[in-house]
């Protein structure tokens, strides 16, 4: 089956940290969503990446599509108190909304 | 304002019991998802409907049923034959053409009694 691996499991970082986590795979998949989790609630859509190569930011996030479109990496610059949470990365093929979250990073930040 | 509402927040189930799970959307989304979340595991895809009265079976759907009679609606049932139900309960909406950007809602977390 599909092996998907997130890194690392959990951060606790110091505000204005720099953060960086990714997701490899043995299998090629066509997108790369990024999603992030705040406790009790349900997970909001942060980045979404359609093409092997791509680099796309959405405010202090920057994310990547690898070139072998097996991996992808999500930065966060100059991390702050809300940026707490947990962080899916979330592969997809094809059009069916069927897709293999990875297991999580939990991040926690300290003021 | 358009959204996704799962109730009840919090669950409890006793043995042998069926319980079922609301899941209701405003968005006019075509396509629904259930998900179920472990603690310190990803998500895992239970059911998927991508129009009214036709639903599939995701990774894990032993011990869980569906319908889907109304564009709007979603139930989730978790029956007795489910014998580790404890977990968070997502589900999710999207539009066609762009299944992968699911919409959330904000969860039940069953537990067993």
């Known amino acids: 089956g599909q092996q998907l691996n997130q890194s690392p499991q959990s951060m606790f970082i110091q505000e204005g940290e720099d953060v960086s986590m990714n997701c490899t795979s043995s299998s090629i998949f066509n997108t790369w969503l990024w999603y992030k989790q705040e406790p009790g609630e349900g997970p909001v859509l942060l980045i979404a990446l359609y093409k092997a190569g791509e680099l796309t930011s959405n405010g202090r996030l920057t994310a990547q599509f690898g070139i072998t479109r097996k991996d992808s990496f999500l930065n966060i610059s100059a991390s702050i108190p809300s940026d707490v949470g947990i962080y899916f990365c979330?592969?997809?093929?094809?059009?069916?909304?069927?897709?293999?979250f990875g297991q999580g990073t939990t991040l926690q930040v300290k003021p | 304002d358009g959204g996704i509402t799962q109730s009840p927040k919090y669950l409890f189930r006793k043995e042998g019991q069926n319980v079922t799970l609301s899941c209701e959307q405003n968005?006019?989304?075509?396509?629904m998802y259930w998900y179920r979340q472990d603690p310190g595991q990803g998500l895992r895809l239970i059911y998927y409907s991508q129009i009214v009265n036709d639903f599939q079976k995701g990774d894990i759907a032993e011990g869980y049923s569906v319908s889907r009679e109304k564009k709007e609606s979603f139930p989730l049932t978790v029956t007795s034959a489910q014998k580790n139900p404890t977990a968070f309960y997502l589900c999710a909406s999207s539009i066609t053409g762009t299944r992968e950007k699911l919409f959330f809602g904000s969860g039940t977390q069953l537990s067993v009694l």
């Open positions: 979330a592969p997809g093929s094809g059009n069916t909304g069927k897709l293999i």
């Open positions: 968005l006019n989304h075509d396509a």
